[in-house]
């Protein structure tokens, strides 16, 4: 059984509270504020379930205890219920700003001590049994950053890991290449640029061994090479649709670039909105001594949509709270706008070129 202790000056008080709990806890009594203080110390941790403490008492008042109890942390491991006479919302406001779980007014209804002691015991347990969870999670998310970590420095100390980087590089600059030879030749012989800028990233260490451990393999240069599709990755921003399929046309035709797969989200836009080309390819390399095919993600979107999926990115860390599905339905029409916005260009510019 749980025990109480119960603080109050009058006998009386302590016995007729003894009756009303008894069948369902064991009842400890302090005279003053100066012995509950002492008999909280010679408890073991958990080894009170409640207190029920009275205001006006000679030596220490109630107030004296709770203060006291905050000093030493006790107030966040034992819920303390306030035993008066006192009906003033001032002083019971006061009782709670201080920290106490519940107020019992005197004289006492069974009924009503046993339901919020009940009570108050039920969301205090509850409430450290959480707070205990939240610190277990805690230490286990940072342990396995730890191991992220640990795991990221190894592959940055790898001779292998560094070539396999160098590598991927090199795709990245093969792919880049090859597209501004295209931009040169579409401006000679059309005056105009089939796209506006290139970006390019090679994922962290700490990103692939995520992504490695996430998927189920082990954080190997082997399944780096063979399970991952986009640690080399190129955005290619156009400003206009059409640009974006001749411009893909053009370099999967190469008869030296193999693509792997296809992902047309502007036909089959994302139910966010999200519109993009995305083509996997295996590109080559040319090393010193040899000539080998590097996986590579190459992305195109339009100006436009590349504003959007950058805004849309940043939002996705903020979107808590009562309003989130309505900021994904406005984004949701930002994105149908920008089609609408993107072919309409297109359109005018194809008038232009006519002309």
Known sequence: MQRILVVDDTELNCELLRNIL??????????????????????????????????QMPKMNGFAVIA????????????????SSEHS??????????????????????????NRVRNAIELFSGKNQLEQEVREQAKTLKKQYQIIQMQAEKLKEAEPFHM???????????????????????????????FESIKSRLKTPESIYDKLARKGYPATVECIREKLMDVAGLRVICSFPDDIYRLAD??????????????????NPKTNGYR???????????????KKYMKAEVQFRTIAMD???????????KREGDNTEEIVRQLKDCADSIEALDYQMQEIRNKIDKA
């Open 22 to 55: 008894k069948d369902g806890y064991i009842i400890d009594t302090a005279k003053d504020g100066e012995q509950a203080l002492s008999k909280i110390r010679e408890y073991p941790p958990g080894g009170l379930a409640a207190i029920l403490l009275d205001l």
């Open 68 to 83: 006291e109890m905050k000093r030493k942390g006790w107030m966040a491991k034992i819920p303390v219920l306030i035993i």
């Open 89 to 114: 919302v001032e002083v019971e406001n006061q009782c709670f700003e201080l920290g106490a779980s519940d107020f019992i007014h005197k004289p006492f209804e069974g009924s009503i001590v046993k």
């Open 164 to 194: 396999l980087m160098m590598e991927y590089q090199a795709a990245i600059m093969e792919v880049e290449t090859r597209l501004k030879v295209l931009n040169a030749e579409f401006t000679q012989r059309y005056n105009r640029n089939p």
């Open 250 to 267: 053009f370099l999967i035709r190469q008869d030296d670039i193999i693509l792997l797969k296809k992902k047309d989200y502007i036909k």
């Open 276 to 290: 993009s080309l995305h083509l996997i390819l295996d590109v080559p390399i040319f090393l010193s001594d040899q």
């Open 307 to 317: 504003f959007w999926a950058s805004l849309e990115h940043k939002l996705g860390y």
